[in-house]
């Protein structure tokens, strides 16, 4: 009888024990809400950008390309070097990845690097490359490319070491 106690007590102990440790376990993993959510929207609104220049890029769609630029003279020389890879080019593939991103008021600096493979024929030989350089965004609610800056793979076919 006193062993059936104990272990009725034993018994008790573990399972409030468990109680409290499942709780614990179910509040960690609930979802962090952002300190700053308006700066948090517009960090992902930028994130959404540099994923939609990549893939109007990969795609070849010259319109899609064109919607994320400021009307800018600077970037009509970036815009007609793009569409001219997409007449050299069969498929274009290419992978941008954020290193860094700083956001100053209105001015966005994105850093990123790259690798990318190009193929001329949907079955020729193809060509890699690959860099480090800054997208330059400026915004608050519509995100639009303002500057390019480095070694960045938009307009690939005027590279100096990139064979022809």
Not at 126 to 131: H, I, K, L, V, Y
Request: with cysteine; aromatic share 10%.
């Amino acid at each position: 009888m006193i062993l059936l106690r104990s272990w009725n007590n034993h018994f008790w102990v573990i399972l409030i024990t468990f109680s409290v440790l499942f709780s614990l376990a179910g509040t960690g993993c609930s979802k962090k809400v952002p300190k700053y959510p308006e700066d948090h929207a517009r960090f992902q609104r930028v994130v959404q950008a540099i994923k939609t220049l990549e893939t109007a890029y990969v795609n070849q769609d010259a319109s899609a390309f064109q919607e994320l630029l400021l009307p800018l003279e600077n970037l009509d020389l970036l815009e007609a070097n793009v569409r001219e890879d997409f007449a050299t080019f069969a498929t274009i593939q290419l992978d941008l990845t954020i290193d860094r991103m700083v956001i100053d008021g209105d001015r966005i600096s994105a850093f990123v690097s790259w690798q990318g493979n190009w193929e001329r024929t949907p079955k020729g030989a193809s060509t890699q490359a690959n860099g480090q350089g800054v997208l330059l965004w400026s915004g608050n609610q519509v995100i639009l490319l303002r500057r390019t800056e480095g070694d960045l793979p938009f307009g690939i076919t005027h590279r100096p070491n990139f064979p022809s």
